[in-house]
T-cell receptor, first 111, second 111 residues
Framework: DTAVSQTPKYLVTQMGNDKSIKCEQN?????MYWYKQDSKKFLKIMFS???????INETVPNRFSPKSPDKAHLNLHINSLELGDSAVYFC??????????FGEGSRLTVL | LAKTTQPISMDSYEGQEVNITCSHN???????ITWYQQFPSQGPRFIIQ???TKVTNEVASLFIPADRKSSTLSLPRVSLSDTAVYYC????????????FGSGTRLSIRP
């Protein structure tokens, strides 16, 4: 039973399109995140939600819009995709002692 | 936020003990040290966390000197399946949102 699951795993799309990535966690955690891992493998936090409330919004273009319908879900919508958006996007959640649990990632390729 | 420095890559052989050292000279009093492991095409996975001296679990040991300005992750008798990227992170115990991932150490294990 997958703890943090995200879909789709692969996404190939054209520049200018809009796409969404969904994430769900069944661990009962209050806090969820979106991370971006670029081609150089640096993992950068994008957003953090606690109980459906946005608590961290790093310097990310406003084309990226997270949405948390409930504390078990955190979706990421990206408008007007650009070449530089190509990366692996990881969803994660954390427990009360700060341990992060990651999904398997969603590889986005913008052509 | 404390910055970490670790070797970009390391090589070793099956059956050997591998030690990966991380420098964190400006670690704060309340910061914990956490290590994550990332396999290709997967999200990072928590390995071990500690505050001082030594911590051991079924996977690894973590050695932290008295000044806490560095730490060493020790993997006993590695196997090919330990080939991965290892991230050293420093941050508040209960605040995963403030933890920053560095570039990690790419560990390659050979037969």
């Amino acid at each position: 039973d997958t703890a943090v699951s995200q879909t789709p795993k692969y996404l190939v799309t054209q520049m200018g399109n809009d796409k969404s990535i969904k994430c769900e966690q069944n661990l009962g955690h209050d806090t969820m995140y979106w991370y971006k891992q670029d081609s150089k493998k640096f993992l950068k936090i994008m957003f953090s939600y606690n109980n459906k409330e946005l608590i961290i919004n790093e310097t990310v273009p406003n084309r990226f819009s997270p949405k948390s319908p409930d504390k078990a879900h955190l979706n990421l919508h990206i408008n007007s995709l650009e070449l530089g958006d190509s990366a692996v996007y990881f969803c994660a959640s954390s427990n009360s002692v700060g341990e992060l649990f990651f999904g398997e990632g969603s590889r986005l390729t913008v052509l | 936020l404390a910055k970490t420095t670790q070797p970009i890559s390391m090589d070793s052989y099956e059956g050997q003990e591998v030690n990966i050292t991380c420098s964190h000279n400006n670690i704060a009093t309340n910061d914990y040290i956490t290590w994550y492991q990332q396999f290709p095409s997967q999200g990072p996975r928590f390995i071990i966390q500690g505050y001082k001296t030594k911590v051991t679990n079924e996977v690894a040991s973590l050695f932290i000197p008295a000044d806490r300005k560095s730490s060493t992750l020790s993997l006993p008798r590695v196997s090919l399946s330990d080939t991965a990227v290892y991230y050293c992170l420093v941050g508040l115990y209960s605040s995963a949102s403030k933890i920053i991932f560095g570039s990690g150490t790419r560990l390659s294990i050979r037969p």
